[in-house]
């Protein structure tokens, strides 16, 4: 049995509908700000003990995690032993950063003989792998993708923050920091302009950062980051393999051809 802790967004909704489809066994514990049907468990994530009671009481022995979930407010938290027991280290994860966090949940999991996977595990068809362009890259788009791949790679070896950025024509157009990689494409549009006054040219890169445990954390792209860098002019999107999930997968394909823009998967 798989139990799927689920928090807001539309992943968690596409992993449920693809295992309904292939039949395989598994539960739902909903910690969303919206509560779900029936067939789902509706938690907060500081209930820790309710969450792994209904687990084990499932025999779940694996856990996918997926979708964002809101920091608990401390005046909300309900102390009991396993909030008690991991307390100091949740303190110190809230001060360090969600990858931390995140290690912490996989740990209390472990500790209760449950393995926490990647939805990939049993969802291949959900990477962007899966994805072909037909557009043929320029030499500048090349140059491009060099340029922007070892920005940061050097990035996240040094200071774990720059898990995209855009480069057109040599130039570092943006890096993104906290406010996401949507956010970072509607502020590069001033500069873009200037940069791209006659062609389409440029890309995006998106690769995890070195800390980032891909079991949880799987960045996702899909047809609205897609639709923002046509709209931008740049060429096309560079993401690394088996590190991407690609929502909206037919719709986005459509987009694609229709726009000659590109998708390339990189090691």
């Known amino acids: 049995m798989i139990g799927i802790i689920a928090g807001d967004g539309s992943l968690p909704k596409l992993i449920v509908k693809k295992l309904k489809i292939k039949k395989i066994n598994h539960i739902v514990i909903n910690l969303s700000k919206k ?13 820790i003990s309710s969450i792994i009671q209904i687990l084990k009481k499932n025999q779940c022995k694996e856990i996918i995690l997926a979708g964002k979930v809101t920091r608990p407010n401390f005046a909300d938290l309900r102390f009991d032993k396993k909030i008690i027991k991991f307390l100091p280290k949740i303190l110190d994860g809230l001060k360090k950063g969600d990858s931390y966090l995140l290690d912490l949940v996989i740990n209390i999991l472990k500790n209760e003989k ?4 990647s939805c990939t595990k049993y969802l291949p068809e959900l990477f962007a792998n899966n994805i072909k362009s037909e557009k043929i890259l320029t030499s500048q788009d090349l140059k491009d993708i060099k340029k922007g ?22 130039y570092v157009v943006a890096i993104e920091a906290a406010e996401g990689t949507d956010e970072m494409l509607s502020k590069s549009s001033k500069i873009l302009k200037k940069i791209n006054r006659t062609k389409q040219s440029g890309i ?14 799987l960045p996702t792209i899909g047809f609205r980051t897609i639709q923002k860098c046509i709209n931008l002019g740049l060429n096309g999107i560079i993401l690394k393999k088996n590190a991407h999930i690609f929502l909206d997968q037919q719709k986005s394909k459509n987009l694609i051809a229709k726009n000659n823009f590109f998708i390339k998967v990189i090691n």
Not at 114 to 117: A, T
């Open 149 to 170: 791949k070892n920005l940061l790679e050097t990035l996240n070896q040094k200071f774990d923050v720059g898990q995209s950025a855009i480069i057109s024509n040599g």
């Open 204 to 217: 995006l890169l998106k690769l995890p950062k070195k800390i980032q445990d891909l079991r949880v954390d």
């Open 35 to 47: 509560k779900q049907k029936q067939e789902e468990y509706n938690f907060a994530i500081t209930q």
């Open 114 to 117: 449950m393995k926490v996977i």
